[in-house]
């Protein structure tokens, strides 16, 4: 049986020590670092709850989720591509969004996109792709000549369409995807509205933090609501607030 992780307040994902110099307690680091962008993702990922899709996903972050905690957008950018250059990690276009990319690690990804073919026609094909393909092209979508010159014929995108790792973009271009990740997708825009929903019913439509973090479950936020809510942050929906209470979320003006 696989232990329970234990849990961690809502708030301590918002107030974990920095270094000297940088935004106090509460606040993510006016300058971030490449220590502090991976730490964010490992932060993030551990959110992730796999047992909600049978351990069938890698954890997936969304990008902007790093913003809640690291607020220097651009260093965020900027470690993520030389992350991925390095193939430590892959970015996904998840496509609720025009701007929403997911973060994955690159080992898991790869495990998982492998297990999710394994004993189908296409795990050898996949395989290929996975060590030829997407270990030499670390872009979000693949153009049609470009999958020909690594020796994927238009039958076999066909193939790497239906077994999940390819969706279709447009004429002749594909986004890397990951199998299986359209129930995170509708996990994660239900769960997006039903905190919104919180808030916006709450008096001034704001509620505390800690007020959020007491709460084990949310209906409709089933990723969890510190998965949920470093989303609302990190996507400007909502203001983080300091106050003498303790740290207030306010929904964003519309």
């Not at 940088?22 to 993030?44: F, I, T, Y």
Request: charged share 25%; proline share 6%; with cysteine.
């Amino acid at each position: 049986m696989e232990r329970r992780r234990r849990r961690r307040p809502l708030a301590d994902t918002f107030s974990a020590k920095r270094p000297r110099g940088e935004a106090p307690p509460g606040e993510p680091p006016l300058h971030g670092s490449p220590q502090a962008v991976e730490a964010a993702l490992r932060d993030v990922a551990a959110l992730f709850p796999r047992g909600l899709f049978g351990d069938a996903l890698p954890p997936l972050v969304l990008r902007h989720q790093l913003y809640s905690l690291v607020r220097d957008r651009t260093t965020v950018d900027r470690h993520l591509n030389r992350l991925r250059d390095e193939g430590r990690i892959r970015l996904l276009h998840l496509g609720f969004e025009a701007d929403a990319l997911g973060v994955v690690f690159m080992e898991p990804y790869t495990a998982k996109v492998l297990q999710a073919v394994a004993g189908k026609p296409q795990a050898g094909l996949v395989r290929r792709f996975l060590e030829t393909a997407v270990a030499a092209c670390p872009e979000l979508s693949y153009e049609q000549s470009r999958m020909r010159a690594l020796g994927f014929a238009d039958a076999d995108v066909t193939q790497l369409v239906a077994a999940g790792v390819l969706t279709v973009r447009d004429a002749g271009s594909w986004w890397l995807a990951v199998p299986g990740a359209g129930r995170f997708i509708k996990a994660f825009v239900r769960g997006r509205r039903a905190l919104l929903a919180v808030i916006r019913r709450s008096r001034y439509k704001e509620v505390a933090l800690a007020e959020l973090g007491q709460r084990r479950s949310l209906a409709g936020a089933r990723l969890g609501v510190a998965y949920h809510v470093h989303d609302l942050v990190g996507a400007q929906l909502v203001h983080r607030i300091p106050s003498a209470s303790g740290t207030l979320l306010r929904l964003a003006e519309t």
